[in-house]
């Protein structure tokens, strides 16, 4: 928790672009970001660098930063799940591999979405029982996995249906390419999707 809190807030330049006469005029001003910070080494407001590793683990605890803003470089490999359950899009992929990859950051096992989800459906699991168990989302997913319809590792661990879902957010500029490009990228996901499946069924048969 001390290390997460002790982040120091980081330096944003912002460019302020307004008309002066007949042309364009930017001046240039700095805005503290104490809440959100992009992913990547930055200076902080006393000029001392703070490193990435630091934002992200700080991004995966309970504490601030709660946005953390990254380009494609973020979309392979780091883990956010912990502790979010949305995803951004500023500006959506050229395809839907990459699409499912930056949701995938926080589409994980145990992801928070489940955990939520877990909590407000299998809380009776842990009450009433005297003390405190060990681990409490141990005797959650196991109770969840005996209720599930099928038996497979997915559920509760991956997929865990309530209330609270990964959530996918894509600003809808006005004359901007997302406007059809999303279409387009949910359709090609679906069929990504259906391929993958049917993929595995024909391998499960063939084994």
Same mark, same amino acid.
């Given at each position: 928790?001390?290390?997460?809190?002790?982040?120091?807030?980081?330096?944003?330049?912002?460019?302020?672009?307004?008309?002066?006469?007949?042309?364009?005029?930017?001046?240039?001003?700095?805005?503290?970001?104490?809440?959100?910070?992009?992913?990547?080494?930055?200076?902080? /407001?006393?000029? @001392?660098? %703070?490193?990435? #590793? &630091?934002? !992200?683990?700080?991004?995966?605890?309970?504490?601030?930063?709660?946005?953390?803003?990254?380009?494609?470089?973020?979309?392979?490999?780091?883990?956010?799940?912990?502790?979010?359950?949305?995803?951004?899009?500023?500006?959506?992929?050229?395809?839907?591999?990459?699409?499912?990859?930056?949701?995938?950051?926080?589409?994980?096992?145990?992801?928070?979405?489940?955990?939520?989800?877990?909590? /407000?459906?299998? @809380?009776? %699991?842990?009450? #009433? &029982?005297? !003390?405190?168990?060990?681990?409490?989302?141990?005797?959650?997913?196991?109770?969840?996995?005996?209720?599930?319809?099928?038996?497979?590792?997915?559920?509760?661990?991956?997929?865990?249906?309530?209330?609270?879902?990964?959530?996918?957010?894509?600003?809808?500029?006005?004359?901007?390419?997302?406007?059809?490009?999303?279409?387009?990228?949910?359709?090609?996901?679906?069929?990504?999707?259906?391929?993958?499946?049917?993929?595995?069924?024909?391998?499960?048969?063939?084994?």
């Amino acid at each position: 928790m001390a290390h997460a809190l002790a982040i120091r807030p980081s330096q944003i330049d912002v460019d302020d672009v307004h008309v002066d006469g007949e042309s364009l005029a930017i001046s240039k001003f700095q805005m503290r970001g104490r809440f959100a910070m992009r992913l990547a080494d930055y200076k902080d /407001e006393d000029g @001392a660098v %703070a490193r990435l #590793g &630091g934002v !992200r683990e700080a991004f995966n605890s309970p504490f601030r930063p709660f946005v953390l803003a990254t380009t494609s470089v973020g979309q392979e490999g780091p883990d956010f799940h912990p502790y979010c359950y949305r995803v951004y899009h500023w500006n959506l992929p050229s395809n839907p591999v990459d699409l499912e990859q930056r949701e995938g950051r926080v589409h994980r096992f145990k992801s928070h979405a489940v955990r939520l989800n877990l909590a /407000e459906r299998q @809380a009776d %699991a842990i009450r #009433g &029982g005297g !003390r405190s168990p060990d681990d409490p989302w141990r005797l959650m997913c196991e109770r969840a996995r005996s209720e599930a319809p099928v038996d497979t590792d997915r559920i509760p661990y991956w997929i865990y249906e309530g209330s609270v879902r990964v959530e996918r957010r894509v600003p809808m500029l006005p004359f901007s390419r997302e406007l059809t490009r999303l279409a387009w990228l949910k359709r090609s996901l679906t069929q990504v999707e259906q391929l993958n499946w049917t993929k595995r069924e024909h391998f499960s048969v063939s084994h």
